[in-house]
């Protein structure tokens, strides 16, 4: 590690897309910036690992919205086209259901035609449920994503009110897909995107058939090389801006003096700031780094959270080229009520769970060495859960079994390499509360000013992340990060240069 300064105008604590996020936002308005994180790479959730010659995404693969990454990148003088190269993927993504796989194919058109060939009158449905869901999209990411959630009223300015007539908004997602269409195919393709904001399509609002547009419209895309690529990206910004960062550093403790965060205390030593963004869990920084009278939320406020699902994860080498699958494969061949209820009302290992195979060799030949397949396996699962391998182990036969069956591939003699992961490592490596993968869920109750606060009862305190506003997700995180920086550029225009109080 190498010395850390005395002091820096502001302190990031982690380096993942929203600690990133925030430093590089902070650093380009010219404030010194120091970045600390626990482990030896940036990335957080999304770092990667490799592995004779497999390299392996840990988190998210799935990079959409790419108006929130050319924004990112944007405001800090650059384009997203100078660091990363960008495809679309065609299919975007394929679906196994029982009675067979279905591709999505890149369009909007073209998904038309394929939902009118399920369900006679769907294309034409779509066609409009897609304007409305695009309307959604302009209205969200315009006005509601890009608040800090202070209040109610950011909902309410009289500029939103015109945008917001005739959109369904606040219903269920649910609802508003069934009264549209009635094909089972059709609704979980339509219902799968909002499985990112971690809660039941019945319990999410309206308002993200955003997502739908996000999906169809904007498209699914990859970065040659792997979604680890974003986060090189970032770094190498944020370095460009004049970011410092720090690895290997685990914070021990938000300091407080005069009423105001000014500092932390990493590895044994101060480091002073005027402000500090804490862009771990928010649970982790407000019940373990900050002291109690500080605190906004006790532990039965979290308790009574909805978290977003944690994952049983398998990284797999496979020792030769599967064609059945495309790069994202979707495993919707058993019913989702079962699985859900595992999730959100009995937390419990459930026994047919849906689950997600991502293949990036079948576009990157970078990712896996000649003739192999690089596969990540993610099952999603309630937070919580005690670690249990024979459960794991269990349910990796579950998804050999199923894939077989599918595809007719026995996958088990061709595994060269296997890592599981699962809520024991989220914890462990993240500090995750209750071993959560994706933060806390978009779900009605607790989306905007309803989510954690951004800004601390300690004067100084900003919080970033997928535990706070706008939410889970790459991109979230990413506004997460830029909003935080807003706040504290705003905390940090009273101060001289070099104000932090001595503890
Ligand atoms: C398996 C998986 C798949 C996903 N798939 C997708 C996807 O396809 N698309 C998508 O958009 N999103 C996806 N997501 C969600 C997305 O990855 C997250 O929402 C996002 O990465 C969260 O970023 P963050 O910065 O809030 O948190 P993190 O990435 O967790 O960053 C927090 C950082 O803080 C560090 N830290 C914690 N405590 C301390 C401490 N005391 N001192 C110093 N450092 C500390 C951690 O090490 C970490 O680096 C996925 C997530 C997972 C887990």
Redo the contacts with the bound molecule.
Sequence with gaps: MNSLPPFSDAIV???????LSAAATLASSGKSVTV????EQ?????RAFSHEGFTFD???????MPDVFEDFFGALGSEVNDHLDLIRLDPSYRVWFDSGPVDIPAGSAAVQDLFESMEVGAGEKFRRFLIEAGRKYKLGMGRFVRQAGHTPLELLQPSILPHAAGLSLFGSLSKHVRRNFSDPRIIQILEFPVL?LGARPSNTPALYSMMNYADTALGTWYPMGGMNRIVNAMESEATRQGVQFHYG????EILESGGRAIGVV?EGRTCLSDTVVA???YH?VEQ??LSKEWRRYDESYWQGRTMAPS?L?FYLGIEKRIDHFEHHNLFFDSPFEPHAETIYDDPSWPEHPLFYVCAPSRTDASVAPPGCENLFI?IPLAPGLAHDESEQERLFGDVMDRIQMRTGEDLRPHIVFRRDYAHRE?EN????FRGN???LANTIGQTAFLKPKMRSKLPGLFF????TAPG??????LI??QLAAEEANEWLSQFAHGQAIPA
């Design positions: 604590v982690g380096a993942g897309f929203a600690g600390l994180e626990r482990h940036a990335g957080g959730r999304a840990m988190g998210p693969s799935w990079y959409w990112f550093v685990d914070v021990e990493a862009a771990a869990d982790h373990d780094l994952s994860l993610l989220f490596d993240y500090n995750a993968a994706y933060g970033a992340g997928q535990l889970p997700g790459v991109p979230p995180s997460s990060g």
